[in-house]
């Protein structure tokens, strides 16, 4: 690989971690249960791209390898992040004692 591309491709991730913690950490806490379900949909994206990498022929043996990793860690972070949504829209819907008081 040259070392242009790698140093290229390490200040392009360096930027998108810094600035995608900044982003994360001004939502106001209203915000996170649409913001999670967003990036559950990013994760989607990412898992679609991480099956064709870990899939495709004519990529050496490390690849096929990180392909399996991102491939699993994807899988389980939009799991956990769709379990993580559901749980907290329960926590603003009604109630089963408020429900059956307002039908008396």
Known sequence: ???AVLIAS???FALAAFLG????SRVPPLLHTP?????NAISGISLIGS???AGAK???LFAHILGFVAVTT?????VGGFGITDRMLKMFGKRKSETKAAAQ
Do not use: C, E
């Open 10 to 12: 390490v200040y392009v």
């Open 51 to 53: 099956l064709v990498l």
């Open 35 to 39: 913001l999670m379900s967003a990036t």
């Open 74 to 78: 994807a899988t389980i972070n939009v």
């Open 21 to 24: 913690y900044q982003v994360i």
């Open 58 to 60: 004519g990529y050496p």
């Open 1 to 3: 690989m040259n070392p």
